[in-house]
């Protein structure tokens, strides 16, 4: 009997060694895996704090607020699709973007009553940095269009530079026009210190 409690006592010892083990080496995997980057993604602008990267327009007063519908644009590498869609677009919103571009400057305006640090800028020329919300499509939710995209922050550069103009934020995905401004305005109070 004695012999035998032994036996059994050594075997659940085993046991429990082999499942302490495996519990383990599944956290370490998970731990692991959980914390790698897929290997094939591209980096978006705003996957390092938004607020370090909009300390650039610190300084900068004067913002153009455009909506395009340009369909799905290639943001890997330089933009310069993107930046030459924003140099040619009108800055007056035709009347289908209404919708989008209203709901961003509602939550525009705002910030700027409230903040004093920004001012609106009629034309591109004006502009010391361009928002710029890429309108992809409208769903309906409760049967009320609701228009997604991707927001982008463009700053002009030292005109003397090659390229005058550069994205320096993009949204971390496609979002209604309302969420994306207010990601953005979030980050920008960051950035000047505003909250």
């Given at each position: 009997?004695?012999?035998?409690?032994?036996?059994?006592?050594?075997?659940?010892?085993?046991?429990?060694?082999?499942?302490g083990a495996?519990?383990?080496?599944?956290?370490?995997?998970?731990?692991?895996?959980?914390?790698?980057?897929?290997?094939?993604?591209q980096?978006?602008?705003?996957?390092?704090?938004?607020?370090?990267?909009?300390?650039?327009?610190?300084?900068?007063?004067?913002?153009?607020?455009?909506?395009?519908?340009?369909?799905?644009?290639?943001?890997?590498?330089?933009?310069?699709?993107?930046?030459?869609?924003?140099?040619?677009?009108?800055?007056?919103?035709?009347?289908?973007?209404?919708?989008?571009?209203?709901?961003?400057?509602?939550?525009?305006?705002?910030?700027?009553?409230k903040?004093?640090?920004?001012?609106a800028?009629?034309?591109?020329?004006?502009?010391?940095?361009?928002?710029?919300?890429?309108?992809?499509?409208?769903?309906?939710?409760?049967?009320?269009?609701?228009?997604?995209?991707?927001?982008?922050?463009?700053?002009?550069?030292?005109?003397?530079?090659?390229?005058?103009?550069?994205?320096?934020?993009?949204?971390?995905?496609?979002?209604?026009?309302?969420?994306?401004?207010?990601?953005?305005i979030?980050?920008?109070?960051t950035?000047?210190?505003?909250?």
């Open positions: 009997m004695i012999l035998s409690v032994m036996k059994g006592s050594g075997h659940c010892r085993r046991i429990g060694l082999h499942l495996a519990l383990l080496m599944s956290s370490v995997f998970s731990f692991a895996l959980g914390n790698s980057k897929p290997q094939n993604t980096p978006n602008h705003s996957a390092t704090p938004g607020s370090a990267v909009l300390t650039q327009l610190n300084g900068k007063r004067s913002v153009l607020l455009l909506v395009l519908r340009a369909g799905v644009l290639d943001t890997q590498g330089d933009n310069q699709a993107l930046l030459d869609l924003a140099l040619k677009a009108d800055p007056r919103p035709p009347a289908r973007h209404h919708l989008a571009y209203d709901a961003m400057a509602r939550k525009l305006n705002g910030y700027i009553k903040y004093r640090s920004v001012t800028a009629e034309e591109l020329s004006d502009a010391d940095f361009i928002i710029v919300f890429n309108l992809l499509e409208y769903r309906r939710i409760l049967n009320v269009p609701y228009p997604y995209g991707e927001l982008f922050v463009i700053v002009k550069q030292n005109p003397d530079a090659k390229i005058p103009l550069a994205v320096i934020w993009k949204s971390r995905k496609i979002q209604w026009a309302g969420d994306a401004i207010n990601d953005l979030r980050d920008l109070k950035a000047r210190g505003e909250l």
